[in-house]
């Protein structure tokens, strides 16, 4: 079928909004392959429009129109969108508000950011407004994610943008994009600035966090952590001391044990809350934990670390040579060496387990480390260092009868060898 055929096909369309579109997208198509037919494509969508007899109906075809002159790259495109905004003023407001609102979604979806503002503004509406002026901005921050040209330029409309949006949650929302995007572009004091500026709890927390994470993903959180920590302190003065965990939280989840700790220290109950965290971050992500453990002092080490321990020892799968070493290293409770060594243990690090017992000076303690090693020892067929185990207990009585058990239990093990070889002699 040859493209005037098909032009003339169109009109069999009984709808004229769907047939003015239909010519449009005919126009764009014959635009892009250099078909001078283009021309008379877009006559009769324009043309079309006006046998439309809802006014609304008619300005939602006419910028469809406008949009498929726009990727055709016609400049005609832009009088057409002119028009719409003066005309539609016709309209009630939640009508035009409408129109305005598509209007800003082509320009959009064309990357016309500044023109995009210009149709948000004149929604009357305040909700649909911020609405719209946030999408924007949103869409601005992807943009500048995927294309290095014009960033300058989408920063720019995007603190436009913010600067119309005029209630909350959309500003907060809309900072957090613009921190967003001082993220990608590796401006990191900008970035972290801006979180000063959001008013609700629930997005200056979701910021901090991403601000957090993006910064330890880029290897340079280390550099920030004072604007951090002077950020945080604004923030937990602003929404309360309940806030104080959640940014403790967000600290010790990218490594930065010290911070997290200097903030907890400032609440009622910081031990408890210290043993919390401890455990949640055993959970999350274990491998940040050691670095939470030495930023402790003794005594809350020594909490930290019975409690750490306990759950490894229920969990052994969830413990970690770092974590161990993390705790044996910041507290001097031998309660908790004795713990260290049960996992030492349990993971069959016999000599490991043999290092710690020896250190702890505590009788009971020590005798009950010793017995468990001599006992797996001997399960393995070490005898002697089963012995040497048990020599090191403390208490002489129970050395006594850990070494009887040993020997018996090593003959045991023996004899059955013993017999069969008696049962197969001749003798």
């Given at each position: 079928?040859l493209v005037k055929e098909i032009l003339d096909s169109v009109e069999i369309i009984q709808d004229p909004y769907i047939k003015s579109i239909t010519y449009a997208?005919?126009?764009?198509?014959?635009?892009?392959?250099?078909?001078?037919?283009?021309?008379?494509?877009?006559?009769?969508?324009?043309?079309?429009?006006?046998?439309?007899?809802?006014?609304?109906?008619?300005?939602?075809?006419?910028?469809?129109?406008?949009?498929?002159?726009?990727?055709?790259?016609?400049?005609?495109?832009?009088?057409?969108?002119?028009?719409?905004?003066?005309?539609?003023?016709?309209?009630?407001?939640?009508?035009?508000?409408?129109?305005?609102?598509?209007?800003?979604?082509?320009?959009?979806?064309?990357?016309?950011?500044?023109?995009?503002?210009?149709?948000?503004?004149?929604?009357?509406?305040?909700?649909?407004?911020?609405?719209?002026?946030?999408?924007?901005?949103?869409?601005?921050?992807?943009?500048?994610?995927?294309?290095?040209?014009?960033?300058?330029?989408?920063?720019?409309?995007?603190?436009?943008?913010?600067?119309?949006?005029?209630?909350?949650?959309?500003?907060?929302?809309?900072?957090?994009?613009?921190?967003?995007?001082?993220?990608?572009?590796?401006?990191?004091?900008?970035?972290?600035?801006?979180?000063?500026?959001?008013?609700?709890?629930?997005?200056?927390?979701?910021?901090?966090?991403?601000?957090?994470?993006?910064?330890?993903?880029?290897?340079?959180?280390?550099?920030?952590?004072?604007?951090?920590?002077?950020?945080?302190?604004?923030?937990?003065?602003?929404?309360?001391?309940?806030?104080?965990?959640?940014?403790?939280?967000?600290?010790?989840?990218?490594?930065?044990?010290?911070?997290?700790?200097?903030?907890?220290?400032?609440?009622?109950?910081?031990?408890?809350?210290?043993?919390?965290?401890?455990?949640?971050?055993?959970?999350?992500?274990?491998?940040?934990?050691?670095?939470?453990?030495?930023?402790?002092?003794?005594?809350?080490?020594?909490?930290?670390?019975?409690?750490?321990?306990?759950?490894?020892?229920?969990?052994?799968?969830?413990?970690?040579?770092?974590?161990?070493?993390?705790?044996?290293?910041?507290?001097?409770?031998?309660?908790?060496?004795?713990?260290?060594?049960?996992?030492?243990?349990?993971?069959?690090?016999?000599?490991?387990?043999?290092?710690?017992?020896?250190?702890?000076?505590?009788?009971?303690?020590?005798?009950?480390?010793?017995?468990?090693?001599?006992?797996?020892?001997?399960?393995?067929?070490?005898?002697?260092?089963?012995?040497?185990?048990?020599?090191?207990?403390?208490?002489?009585?129970?050395?006594?009868?850990?070494?009887?058990?040993?020997?018996?239990?090593?003959?045991?093990?023996?004899?059955?060898?013993?017999?069969?070889?008696?049962?197969?002699?001749?003798?």
């Open positions: 079928m997208k005919i126009g764009e198509r014959l635009a892009k392959a250099k078909d001078n037919n283009y021309k008379t494509a877009f006559l009769r969508a324009v043309e079309t429009t006006k046998e439309i007899d809802e006014p609304v109906k008619m300005f939602r075809a006419l910028l469809s129109v406008g949009y498929s002159l726009s990727k055709a790259g016609l400049k005609s495109a832009k009088r057409i969108y002119q028009e719409v905004l003066e005309d539609s003023r016709v309209l009630p407001a939640p009508q035009r508000d409408l129109i305005m609102q598509s209007a800003a979604t082509y320009m959009l979806f064309l990357g016309e950011i500044g023109e995009a503002v210009t149709y948000a503004l004149e929604i009357s509406n305040r909700k649909l407004r911020n609405e719209v002026l946030l999408e924007i901005i949103r869409t601005n921050t992807r943009m500048i994610g995927k294309e290095q040209l014009k960033v300058a330029y989408r920063l720019r409309r995007s603190k436009l943008a913010l600067e119309y949006i005029d209630s909350e949650p959309y500003r907060s929302k809309a900072l957090l994009e613009l921190i967003k995007a001082y993220m990608i572009l590796g401006s990191y004091e900008n970035g972290i600035t801006l979180i000063r500026g959001i008013s609700v709890k629930e997005w200056a927390r979701q910021a901090f966090k991403e601000v957090s994470f993006y910064l330890k993903d880029k290897e340079v959180l280390g550099h920030y952590i004072d604007s951090l920590e002077e950020v945080a302190n604004e923030l937990i003065d602003r929404f309360g001391k309940e806030f104080t965990v959640e940014l403790a939280l967000a600290f010790a989840l990218t490594g930065e044990g010290i911070p997290a700790v200097k903030l907890i220290r400032r609440l009622e109950d910081s031990e408890s809350l210290l043993v919390k965290m401890a455990l949640e971050l055993l959970e999350r992500d274990h491998d940040v934990l050691p670095k939470f453990i030495s930023a402790l002092n003794e005594e809350e080490a020594d909490a930290v670390g019975k409690a750490v321990m306990n759950r490894i020892l229920e969990r052994p799968e969830k413990g970690s040579w770092e974590i161990v070493n993390a705790i044996g290293k910041s507290t001097p409770s031998e309660e908790v060496w004795a713990k260290i060594a049960r996992y030492y243990v349990l993971v069959g690090k016999l000599e490991g387990a043999m290092k710690v017992g020896t250190l702890i000076q505590d009788r009971k303690l020590r005798s009950i480390v010793m017995a468990d090693i001599a006992h797996h020892l001997v399960k393995n067929g070490e005898v002697e260092k089963a012995i040497d185990a048990a020599v090191e207990v403390r208490d002489p009585k129970f050395s006594s009868v850990l070494i009887s058990e040993i020997l018996i239990k090593a003959l045991e093990r023996e004899l059955p060898g013993r017999v069969r070889s008696w049962n197969g002699s001749k003798h």
